[in-house]
């Protein structure tokens, strides 16, 4: 469902320019470039592209339309009356994407909140690759005064001590990088300590 919903959020730019399109070349550059736009943004949302979806949808959510209104400046140069017809169908299209706009705005700003209070952990994602010989026995989320955090515990099956599975991994230091553009301002921080008879290795917020 949520696939579904994700898909016709990102084609629906495309299908209001094809409703109020009126040249042919200039349509079909700015039609052929939303659809562009939309096959990156369905990307993101599959993961086929490693890039923070909040940001993504936002940043579309603004460039689509105003892609659209260039290209119905651009038509506009070659008809300078447009038919009765075209102009409840532009003003059902800005209708439609300012309603899109809004929604995309309040779900960013919810986020923002949401992210802001530490209530949720880092994405599985972030954790790094197992090289071969080193397997993953648990993986769970854990929350504290100090926000949430994932972490996994690994082991050897080649007999690996335990810095020699945390070289292994490369993370004798813990490692930060940015986790998004605009909404999500947080580090996300990547590491690895010694627990016992097992290694752990984490990712955590930092604020």
């Not at 990307?43 to 490693?50: R, T």
């Not at 169908?89 to 986020?111: H, K, S």
């Not at 994602?125 to 854990?142: N, Q, W």
């Not at 301002?185 to 590491?191: A, K, L, Q, S």
Request: aromatic share 8%; proline share 7%; net charge negative.
């Amino acid at each position: 469902m949520l696939t579904a919903l994700g898909i016709l959020f990102a084609v629906a730019p495309a299908v209001v320019w094809m409703t109020i399109a009126r040249t042919r070349p200039v349509g079909f550059a700015i039609g052929g470039t939303l659809l562009a736009g939309a096959s990156v943004l369905i990307s993101v949302q599959q993961g086929w592209i490693d890039a923070p979806g909040p940001d993504a949808h936002l940043v579309f959510t603004v460039l689509a339309p105003l892609l659209i209104a260039c290209g119905a400046g651009l038509e506009g140069r070659h008809e300078s009356f447009p038919p009765p017809q075209w102009i409840s169908r532009r003003n059902g299209a800005i209708g439609f994407l300012g309603m899109q706009f809004a929604l995309t705005l309040a779900a960013g700003l919810l986020y923002a909140l949401m992210i802001s209070e530490g209530s949720d952990a880092p994405p599985a994602k972030v954790l790094p690759s197992l090289p071969p010989g080193i397997t993953m026995i648990e993986e769970g989320i854990s929350c504290g005064s100090g926000g949430c955090w994932r972490a996994a515990t690994v082991i050897s099956e080649d007999g690996l001590s335990r810095p020699e599975i945390i070289r292994e991994l490369g993370l004798q230091r813990e490692k930060c990088h940015s986790s998004g553009w605009l909404l999500d301002w947080r580090d996300v921080c990547v590491g690895a300590r010694e627990n016992g008879e097992n290694v752990t290795v984490y990712a955590s917020w930092e604020y």
